[in-house]
């Protein structure tokens, strides 16, 4: 198909289509007007053959009809019905070589029946079985009885069939009948030796002949009446339908004879036209394509110097090529004009490439830049989306293309300030601001943004370039400086105490010895110096812890029952629980053993002392603590819990909660250094520590620790 691909090619399409358009008009046109002639001569032949067969079928009928009567009304039949005694010896030659006239009427079949309907004698065209019939069940014998003549349509062994009755009639009483019956054979007759079929029809119901199942609708839409369709065309076959008059008509029946012929014999003369017709276009198509390939061969040729030029410029990409087109006509000017176009072309390529390179340039630093650059148009639509700005707010390039930046990223309280800077920005220079932006997730972070105007080269303002920067990790670096220091200023002040406290808890764990060693001491007195030499033990193991905590010195490790660390707990705790009028509880571990841990006990119950007294602190008289333990859903250490029944923390709380100093307790009730000293002790052990709490539903602090490696199994050397 290359070859109508060029000029030369689509002219010689053209004239091509124009010819096979007009021959095929003409070849439509004629082919048409012959068929509908031959149609139209085929149906009145049709319509004359289909009368001529109906007056047949009608000139066969009345034949017929005026046969059996006049054998009925003969005087030989009406003796041989009232003479009963002697009619044996004459009547059955008589009957056996009776016969219907007309075509087929030799086939045709005779009863003589007496008054009662019972069969005298009969020719000889039946069957054995039919021997002893007789009609006086037949529907039609009432009537005949009666004295009137019958035409009936009967079917006998499923076959359609004619009946004619007629009463034999002696001085006004009828005595008997004169029955024929005949098939409807004879109307195949003179029709088939023409090529056309004949189907008789009763209603709808075919009597002589097969109709295909397709035909019957359209038949049924065929009226066989003046002025009405009596003709149509299916598939290949052309049918015509007439009704039967005469005698049929006047006996109540409604026959119709459809006649059909083979389409082929009225399109025959038209297809053989056709086909001349077509050879005649196509040589004469033949012709005008040569003709116009010779001229358009010389009318295209400098058309072609000039494509060949072009191939030129466009192959080898030099642009300094040049038309040479001497000729004035259109083609020249064609020429002149392509040169032009070159020469703008070849300035404009150099303007191309050097903006191009700046651009490129440009991309590379908006895409490799650590910062989310951000351009939106003066409408508020993004147009510009880094991929610094797809890490920072968690949205792809593609999807936040063309939305607005405004309600996407910028949070509703913060909108009014946000459109301040970009219209300060507008005005001139860039404007720097501290703002909160949303990410994908609609969550806060903390940004610097740089707002600047973009103009166009006639100085019109085009939308807005956006700076951000990501200062969450900058603001975490200066909390974590202000921790730091603040670490560093508990150190020097626990240092100090712990040095200034050791002297009187070392006194006052002294004289409580001492008393204890006093034999005359009743039990009470006992029992109250041996929690003062507990208590101050315990208050001497958390100066030494402080020490530690300020010295980050590693305290002695040893392996622990979790178990039997919390009984100990619940007893150090059971004091204040009393107090505060607070159930303490240890939770039932399940029923699989826990493993053991590898910590410092003094630092560890430090830890969950620390917990359960806050947790005491914060839960009203009446309520419950739970302290348990439990293997880590992951099952890869233990978990310890404190849950309480308190009022819990706000939201605000809770992120400042292990900061020292840092307490929710009225003045002179709390240092704010114990869940501080509690998270460090849980770090120190490699474990992490959790809490969960919502105002009015309690607060759950867990800790996970990891599981300390198995004992060693001491190894028993034998005897030798």
């Known amino acids: 198909m290359k070859v109508f691909r060029s000029f030369q090619g689509k002219l010689l399409l053209l004239f091509l289509l124009i010819d096979v358009a007009t021959v095929g008009i003409l070849i439509s046109t004629v082919s048409s007007s012959g068929h509908e002639a031959l149609e139209t001569a085929s149906r009145e032949h049709l319509l004359d053959l289909a009368r001529f067969s109906s007056h047949d079928l009608d000139e066969q009928l009345q034949m017929r009809w005026s046969a059996v009567r006049s054998l009925a009304s003969n005087p030989f039949m009406t ?8 009619r044996s010896e004459y009547l059955e030659p008589l009957m056996q070589r009776l016969a219907l006239p007309g075509t087929g009427g030799e086939e045709s079949e005779l009863w003589l029946l007496d008054f009662k309907g019972r069969v005298i004698s009969r020719n000889g065209r039946h069957q054995p079985e039919e021997q002893a019939r007789s009609f006086a069940e037949a529907a039609w014998w009432p009537r005949v009885r009666d004295g009137h003549p019958v035409a009936r349509l009967v079917t006998e062994g499923g076959q359609p069939r004619v009946l004619f009755a007629f009463p034999i009639v002696y001085q006004r009483h009828t005595e008997g009948a004169l029955v024929a019956r005949f098939d409807l054979s004879f109307v195949h007759a003179g029709t088939l030796r023409e090529g056309f ?16 199942g397709s035909v019957i609708h359209e038949v049924r839409t065929l009226i066989p009446e003046p002025a009405r369709r009596d003709s149509v065309l299916l598939g290949e076959t052309f049918y015509v339908l007439v009704p039967v008059e005469g005698f049929a008509s006047q006996h109540g029946f409604k026959w119709s004879l459809l006649l059909s012929v083979p389409a082929r014999r009225i399109s025959g003369p038209v297809d053989v036209m056709r086909q001349r017709m ?31 030029t072009m191939r030129r ?28 176009m070159l020469d703008r072309l070849e300035q404009r390529t150099g303007e191309l490439e050097r903006s191009r390179d700046q651009l490129s340039l440009l991309a590379q630093i908006t895409s490799t830049s650590p910062n989310a650059i951000i351009m939106f148009g003066t409408e508020g639509w993004v147009r510009v989306w880094n991929e610094a700005a797809e890490k920072l707010f968690g949205w792809p390039r593609l999807e936040v293309l063309g939305t607005a930046f405004l309600e996407r990223v910028v949070p509703e309280d913060a909108r009014a300030h946000f459109t301040e800077l970009v219209a300060r920005a507008r005005a001139g220079e860039p404007v720097d601001a501290e703002l909160t932006l949303l990410t994908q997730q609609q969550i806060a972070i903390p940004v610097q943004l740089t707002v600047s105007r973009i103009v166009d080269t006639m100085g019109q303002v085009q939308g807005h370039a956006c700076i951000v920067r990501d200062m969450r990790e900058y603001k975490r670096l200066r909390e974590s400086l202000v921790q730091s220091e603040k670490m560093a200023a508990v150190g020097t002040l626990v240092a100090g105490l712990s040095h200034e406290l050791n002297n009187p808890l070392g006194i006052i764990l002294g004289f409580s010895q ?46 622990i029952d979790v178990g039997t660390m919390l009984e100990r707990v619940r007893e150090l705790a059971g004091g204040q629980a009393q107090r505060v009028q607070v159930r303490l509880e240890i939770v039932e571990p399940p029923t699989q053993e826990l493993p053991q841990l590898e910590a410092n006990v003094p630092d560890m119950e430090s830890a969950l002392l620390n917990l359960v007294g806050n ?61 501080s000293i509690t998270r460090s002790i849980v770090e120190a052990h490699g474990g992490r520590i959790d809490v969960e709490t919502a105002p009015g539903a309690g607060t759950t602090v867990r800790l996970r620790f990891p599981v300390s490696p198995p004992a060693p199994v001491p190894r028993v050397e034998a005897a030798s």
Not at 201 to 206: K, N
Not at 290 to 301: E, G, I, K, S
Not at 644 to 650: A, L, N
């Open 278 to 308: 077509l050879q005649g276009g196509v040589a004469t198509a033949v012709l005008l394509v040569l003709l116009v390939a010779w001229r358009t061969r010389l009318l295209l040729r400098p058309l072609q110097q000039i494509r060949d």
């Open 615 to 675: 947790a005491l602190d914060a839960t009203p008289p009446g309520g419950r603590v739970f302290v348990g333990a439990r293997i880590s859903p992951a099952r890869d250490g233990v978990e310890l819990f404190v849950v309480d029944t308190g009022s819990g923390m706000p939201p605000d709380v809770l992120p400042r909660i292990f900061d020292p100093f840092f307490s929710t307790k009225p003045v002179g009730q709390g240092t704010g250094l114990g869940l």
């Open 197 to 212: 079929e004949v189907v008789l029809l009763d209603g709808e119901t075919p009597l002589v002949g097969t109709l295909p």
């Open 313 to 340: 410029i466009t192959d080898g990409g030099e642009l300094n090529q040049r038309i040479p087109v001497g000729s004035r006509d259109e083609l020249g000017a064609i020429a002149r004009t392509f040169n032009k």
């Open 514 to 559: 001492g008393l204890l060693r006093r034999s005359s001491l009743d039990e009470a007195s006992r029992m109250a110096l041996h929690s003062i030499e507990t208590q101050t033990q315990r208050c001497a193991r958390l100066v030494r812890r402080l020490l530690d905590f300020s010295s980050k010195s590693d305290a002695m490790r040893e392996r």
């Open 79 to 86: 003796n041989s019905v009232i003479d009963t005694l002697g």
